[in-house]
């Protein structure tokens, strides 16, 4: 759009660009909004109806029948702006509360995100059109203008929002200070609008010369100070309870057993640290309550957890694990992690026979329970995990041994496996890996793009011959997800078996609703895949690890009903990868189920 004179406003020119600028904005705000939703929501059921929401923004800025001068939209936009934080937690705390991973984000996105997208818009559905010289006329612009603006304003922002994601900058700025400070632009462009005098439009065309400040001119810029002064005084109350990113200094809930240790927003999202107190009235000992554990959050999804406190027991009452600060730590609060290391029981190679497993990779850190079990057993381990901030966790509250550079690679694992295949390809010394422990799962889905065959097929370079790899899917054990997954696995590999991590027996009439994880264990080895019995040494004095190891042949699931009759279209590549698709109705169940594993308050303090 050309530049324009602002309508309501003689004289008063925009400066070329600005239905540019406010574009920038618009998607800020939308970024802002989602990153500020995540962490209630997951990011499947925020995404879901987002763009329904902003295309009715667009919509009401173009469609309303109001004549409201820009002046006063800019007011309106500073006004929503400025209840935004409190706005956006408290509707979002409350429709989460319904259970209903549609609905509720529907509702909040309604309440919250729509009437701010259109005053934006507005500003420039509003713009006048060059062809208007006087600048003086109160009519609207035509709706076929206003709903082209609002389409380009549309197309501008869901394409520009996901780019401030790359702003690492904004990691260190909180939702409530974007919001507000965008607030304060606005009204201070208001300010601006409705005291400053204005100079006669003709006197601009001609290039008269510019008239002296007139005395008036004291009194807006007086205002201004004023109103500076008051907002950023007061704007504290603006603020949402969102806790400070990266948080300073361990936080103690006020009325519930709940500290959070550290709060950090990072490459995927939130990464928090959080601990469940016991209650004054536990004594010690096991019980079927959710408390006395350590987890590691990614926005509104568990990475894993250990016990702790009067929960943490050991086989023969060992000396447990502890943390960095030297806190004694139990056994993981998800088995999944523990089933991995059944890696180092296959016994079909004669690699695996001898016992000696001398390199490990982690793809995927989590709070690191098998990277950590690798180095007890005496297997150097590697690390390509994606977020530093988890790696920081794993490392301060977890337990998990500090890695050199050498052995720690906090980048992308695809495009890591694409260097470490050249690498080898090119002659460069780089020890293969006897076992490969890939788990991308996160906030009920994987990334699409570390599981094609691709992939696969990078990743077995870097692989001994004989060696194992464990990949770790949580879905339906029967459905198209798990179905492309194992075809793919088999196509590169093989050679695979599967295994589930539940404590019970799973009837199969559950194989297509129940969320369940699931374990692959994959070699280019031609020989069978086979497991030895485990061992008490195989236990690491872990009750857990007991457990899983000990029943493992009990837990396997049929791999031909995980694959189906095997068909090349269910083959996942780089050009022909649903997955991501596919997860995304998995995302709103598996956001269901994290609000059953623990309470509302876990979720809604960070």
């Known amino acids: 759009m050309p530049s324009a004179w602002l309508g309501g406003f003689p004289g008063v020119v925009f400066p070329l660009g600005i239905d540019s600028v406010v574009i920038i904005a618009l998607s800020l705000v939308l970024f802002v909004y989602e990153r500020a939703l995540v962490p209630l929501y997951g990011s499947a059921p925020s995404a879901y109806t987002l763009n329904s929401a902003v295309i009715c923004a ?7 029948p109001l004549k409201v001068s820009q002046a006063r939209t800019v007011l309106f936009a500073g006004v929503v702006l400025s209840v935004a934080p409190l ?24 309440i919250v995100l729509v009437p701010l997208l259109s005053a934006l818009t507005t500003l420039v559905a509003e713009i006048k059109l060059v062809g208007n010289p006087r600048g003086r006329s109160l009519a609207r612009n035509s709706i076929s203008h206003r709903f082209l603006a609002g389409f380009v304003c549309f197309g501008g922002t869901v394409g520009l929002a996901p780019l401030w994601a ?30 400053i005098p204005r100079r006669p439009v003709e006197a601009q065309r001609k290039k008269k010369a510019v008239l002296p400040p007139s005395p008036g001119f004291l009194k807006p810029s007086l205002l201004l100070a004023i109103f500076n002064i008051l907002w950023w005084t007061g704007h504290g109350l603006l603020i949402s309870p969102v806790l400070q990113h990266p948080l300073p200094q361990p936080y103690t809930h006020p009325t519930f057993p709940l500290r959070i240790h550290s709060s950090v927003q990072s490459t995927t999202g939130l990464i928090v640290v959080g601990e469940a107190l016991p209650p004054p009235s536990y004594e010690g000992g096991p019980d079927q309550e959710m408390h006395s554990l350590r987890y590691l959050r990614a926005s509104h999804s568990l990475l894993g957890g250990v016990w702790m406190g009067g929960k943490v027991a050991t086989l023969d009452d060992a000396a447990p694990w502890v943390d960095s600060y030297g806190t004694e730590l139990g056994d993981s609060i998800y088995s999944t992690f523990v089933l991995q290391e059944a890696a180092r029981l296959v016994n079909s190679s004669v690699k695996g026979a001898s016992g000696h497993w001398d390199r490990a990779l982690i793809i995927g850190l989590g709070v690191g329970i098998s990277a950590t079990a690798f180095g007890r057993h005496g297997i150097t381990t590697t690390i390509v995990e994606i977020d530093p901030a988890v790696y920081d966790a794993a490392r301060l509250f977890f337990g998990l041994p500090e890695h050199t550079s050498e052995n720690l690679f906090l980048e992308d694992a695809r495009s890591w496996a694409v260097m470490r295949r050249s690498h080898i390809e090119n002659g460069a010394r780089n020890d293969l890996f006897d076992i490969i422990v890939h788990d991308c799962f996160s906030g009920g889905g994987v990334p699409e793009h570390i599981f094609t065959l691709e992939f696969w097929d990078d990743l077995k370079v870097t692989l001994n011959p004989e060696g194992v790899l ?35 027996i799973i009837p199969e009439e559950k194989y297509e609703t129940e969320l369940i994880n699931l374990v692959f264990f994959c070699s280019p080895d031609t020989n069978p895949l086979t497991f030895r019995k485990a061992r008490r040494s195989d236990y690491l004095d872990s009750y857990l690890r007991e457990h899983v190891l000990s029943t493992l042949p009990h837990r396997e699931v049929s791999f031909e009903l995980l694959t189906g009759q095997l068909d090349d279209t269910f083959i996942l590549t780089d050009t022909r990868n649903p997955l991501g ?9 598996h956001w269901s189920l994290m609000r059953e594993v623990l309470p509302d308050i876990f979720w809604e303090t960070y």
């Open 581 to 589: 698709k596919l997860q995304n109705a998995q995302g709103h169940h």
């Open 470 to 504: 464990a990949v770790n899917f949580a879905g339906m054990i029967i459905s198209e997800s798990s179905r492309m997954i194992s075809q793919t696995l088999l196509k590169s590999f093989g050679n695979c078996r599967a295994f589930h991590d539940s404590q019970t």
């Open 87 to 110: 706005a956006t937690y408290w509707v979002a705390v409350w429709t989460s509360r319904w259970r209903s991973p549609i609905l509720g984000p529907l509702t909040t996105h309604f």
């Open 58 to 64: 667009a919509f009401l800025a173009g469609a309303h």
């Open 166 to 195: 790359k702003v690492s900058l904004l990691n260190n700025v909180s939702e409530s200070q974007i919001f507000l400070g965008l607030a304060a632009a606005f009204f201070n462009i208001w300010i601006g609008l409705v005291q």
